[in-house]
């Protein structure tokens, strides 16, 4: 009898890890091409300006965006493919290592039909923050999440609540990494693939070079040598963490916040 239960124990647990292997080996992680984009499209951070301390919060953001118009949806066949972003093409907007929120609304300046598309300004105000120094990452994105990811389409700056920092936390000159997509500002379903999308500073990927390491669920790791993005296959519904370390040219880690971030999405 105790044979039979201890036989009976392993093939069920046996059959445990035999499922949670085939859970792992399900999900895939293929590179796709970058949506096209215009070498004109850009986006400045206006006001705060860079190093500034701010004395009120929260604090009011103003940015400029020249040669991409916000609000419409993307024409491109990836619109087709995953999820959408229901006020179509936006500024991502990243404090810390939070995620982003995005901001389409109607531009400040006065409509018409050159000002519109080439040159416009937009106003929206950060949630409340605690005192010290802070990071501001804006960038432009599709209206599926993508990023572009020309030279002036990301703008970073650091500020700070209240006091000024005795020392930087945040140097920008040095390489780190913004996380982008998935998010929870899509409507993920577990019959679509998932994209994952990020913004590289400072840094090229390569085989031989910089690096991101993605681990999925603690557990599946896809090394990505591309700078492009990705579809993640095979997230069944419920919860799903999503984890981006930056790697130099040695397989090592970087430390610090800008190289090592994790996100929690949901599946539908």
């Known amino acids: 009898m105790k044979f039979l239960i201890a036989l009976s124990l392993g093939l069920a647990t046996f059959a445990f890890g035999a499922e949670e292997k085939s859970q792992k080996e399900q999900i895939r992680v293929l590179p796709v091409k970058k949506t ?29 965006v020249e040669g991409y118009p916000l609000g419409v949806s993307s024409q491109f066949d990836r619109a087709d493919e995953i999820a959408l972003y229901s006020r179509g093409q936006s500024i991502h907007v ?3 290592d939070q995620p982003y929120f995005c901001v389409s ?38 209206s599926y999440g993508e990023s572009l990811k020309g030279e002036w389409s990301f703008f970073a700056i650091p500020f700070s609540i209240e006091t000024a920092p005795s020392t930087s936390g945040f140097d920008l000159s040095k390489p780190y990494i913004t996380y982008n997509e998935p998010s929870n500002r899509m409507y993920l379903t577990e019959d679509a693939p998932v994209l994952l999308d990020f913004y590289v500073s400072n840094c090229e990927l390569s085989s031989d070079g910089y690096k991101v390491k993605l681990t999925v669920d603690g557990s599946t790791t896809r090394t990505l040598t591309a700078w492009q993005p990705y579809y993640i296959y095979g997230l069944k519904k419920g919860n799903h963490t999503i984890k981006l370390e930056l790697l130099n040219s040695r397989g090592k880690p970087i430390s610090g916040m800008l190289a090592n971030v994790q996100q929690t999405i949901t599946v539908h």
């Open 36 to 64: 096209p984009e215009a070498e004109a499209s850009t986006v400045v951070i206006s006001i705060p300006k860079s190093g500034a301390v701010m004395k009120k919060n929260p604090v009011w953001v103003q940015t400029r």
């Open 105 to 142: 609304d109607p531009a400040l300046d006065p409509f018409n039909e050159e000002g519109w598309y080439y040159e416009t300004s937009y106003k929206f105000e950060l949630p409340k923050l605690g005192p010290g120094e802070h990071l501001l990452r804006v960038f432009l994105a599709r």
């Open 94 to 96: 990243v404090v810390d």
